[in-house]
């Protein structure tokens, strides 16, 4: 009965939504000039909430539901947020249950720099100061390592997927060593997360689409800096990898037999 009434009002709320969010869309490019234009003076809880809303709608518009766990945990400072990849959804329901999160810093996130081909979706993420890399250019991924170092001692923290690439299947690739370095640099937590339910979700190939419309991320135990200070990049990936890894195939173990993959939501 609970779930078909929030059917319901999802059904009677989603014309409203929709054209909320399409004006949303419309007014992102020029709040993107504005940025340029005003620098600093944009202030960071304005933009922030732009994206923030214009996540939200599209969640909501798509009707997936997103169910957390751990976030209490997250220190109240900057750190390293380390998550895995599946699906185009993965970025936008991470950026709208930070926000909501009281206490914690802004964050920016490492992105590809393919994503600037999309004025759309590069006018959000530089919203937020979002730090594009260049897989194939060596030198533009030590600019952009020290513009992650400017962010974090801005007092933010930085989101990165260091898979690279999504993968479709329910495992978890290889996490790029590079990732990991500032953390070492900046002397700052790594906090692990593991996102379960997305993939799919924003696929249009039918093989990979998913009909649960249900995300689960999850925090890991914190990783403060002085256990990995020492540490060669290659362990620290790995390690956090199998973290990862182990928990995901858990809660994939759990969505197959039915069971509840939080026993406790936030």
Do not use: W
Request: net charge positive; hydrophobic share 40%; glycine share 4%.
């Amino acid at each position: 009965m609970k779930k078909f009434l929030f059917n319901i009002l999802h059904f009677l709320g989603l014309p409203f939504v929709s054209f909320a969010l399409a004006i949303g869309i419309l007014r992102l490019k020029g709040k993107a000039k504005k940025y340029q234009r005003m620098g600093e003076a944009f202030l960071p809880v304005d933009r922030y909430r732009i994206v923030y809303k214009l996540c939200k709608k599209l969640l909501y518009v798509k009707h997936i539901k997103v169910e957390t766990q751990g976030f209490e945990n997250i220190p109240k400072k900057p750190v390293l947020f380390i998550a895995n990849h599946k699906s185009q959804i993965d970025p936008i329901a991470l950026i709208k249950i930070l926000f909501e999160q009281e206490g914690l810093p802004y964050f920016s996130m490492l992105s590809k720099i393919e994503n600037k081909h999309s004025k759309i979706v590069k006018a959000a993420m530089d919203l937020i100061d979002t730090i594009y890399i260049d897989r194939g250019n060596l030198r533009q991924q030590f600019e952009a390592f020290e513009e992650q170092n400017k962010v974090i001692n801005a007092g933010r923290s930085v989101i990165i997927f260091p898979e690279g690439t999504r993968t479709y299947q329910h495992e978890i690739a290889e996490m790029k060593p590079a990732a990991f370095k500032v953390a070492q640099k900046s002397y700052i937590p790594i906090v692990p997360i593991v996102i379960y339910g997305s993939s799919g979700l924003m696929d249009n190939n039918k093989q990979y689409r998913n009909k649960q419309k249900k995300v689960y991320i999850e925090v890991l135990d914190v990783v403060n800096h002085h256990s990995f200070i020492n540490t060669k990049e290659e362990y620290i990936s790995e390690q956090i990898r199998s973290q990862i890894a182990s928990r995901y195939e858990e809660m994939h173990k759990l969505s197959q037999e039915n069971k509840p993959i939080f026993t406790k939501k936030y």
